[in-house]
């Protein structure tokens, strides 16, 4: 599974909101986009979830270069808004979604079961009674959702925003161990430099397009990365 883009250009009115961005994302691999605020990180995402009209080309090819037919696409967003004061559980929502029985007749035992093993895959079977609202693991359940079916792209939007120390390592933990055991390709938008540095394969640095990519320590190190984050004193 490859994810290639080229040349995408995206336009708010008069506003050119993303210009020329190109990359590449393979399987088994983590490709971590940074940037300044308002650099077009969001913009991108948003072309490649079909939610903005875009020109250029993205495309997603088998690894002999053929085009792939039934792509599934996981997202998980930097938040997501809901009720909190409401009484749903996880396993109310994850059924919802895994399941056309409406919730409010009760979970079957297959979906039950369907459940679990999605919590399984990010290790949080632990919160199936919990209250959605309450969850300081929320992300984690949303990649459990992101991951069922078994998507071939999986697009991770900032998914640890508000998260403490030790959900964010565990998270990313997750992230990477599903990278090397399922070869998955793994796109993620990422302030944490330090999350980068360790759990990026490449890294595309966006200022209204792509300036730089790499290996995290030659983007990190390149002019244009002190340009972003120094001399204009940009924040990730």
């Keep these: ?8 250009q995206v336009y708010y ?13 393979n399987e088994g691999e983590i490709v971590t986009l940074i940037g300044a605020n308002g650099a077009g990180k969001t913009t991108l995402i948003r072309a490649l979830l079909g939610q903005v ?4 080309v993205i495309r997603h090819l088998t690894t002999d270069g053929r085009p792939a037919a039934d792509v ?15 009484p749903v559980t996880v396993t109310d929502f994850m059924a919802a979604s895994l399941s056309r ?20 895959r990010t290790h ?29 792209l999986l697009i991770l939007d900032e998914p640890v925003s508000g998260v403490d120390q030790n959900g964010l390592e565990s998270f990313y933990q ?32 966006m200022q209204g397009t ?8 030659t983007v990190f190190d390149s002019e244009e990365f002190a340009q972003v984050f120094y001399t204009r004193g940009g924040h990730v």
């Design 1 to 8: 599974m490859l994810l290639e883009v080229k040349d995408i």
């Design 72 to 86: 599934r696409t996981g997202y998980v967003p930097q938040q997501l808004e809901f009720d909190r004061s409401s």
């Design 53 to 56: 009209e875009y020109k250029g």
């Design 210 to 217: 792509i300036v730089r990519q790499g290996d995290p320590e």
């Design 124 to 152: 949080c079977e632990k919160l199936c009674r919990r209250a959605l609202g309450a969850l300081s693991e929320l992300q984690r359940v949303l990649l459990a959702l992101a991951l069922t079916p078994q998507p071939d």
């Design 13 to 25: 009115g008069a506003i050119h909101a993303i210009k020329g961005v190109s990359f590449e994302v």
């Design 101 to 120: 029985r409406p919730v409010f007749l009760g979970v079957s035992k297959k979906t039950r079961e369907k459940v679990m093993g999605a919590l399984a």
């Design 174 to 205: 997750t992230v990477d161990e599903l990278k090397r055991t399922n070869h998955m390709a793994i796109l993620l938008v990422s302030h944490d430099l330090d999350v980068v540095r360790r759990y990026a394969d490449r890294v595309a640095l």
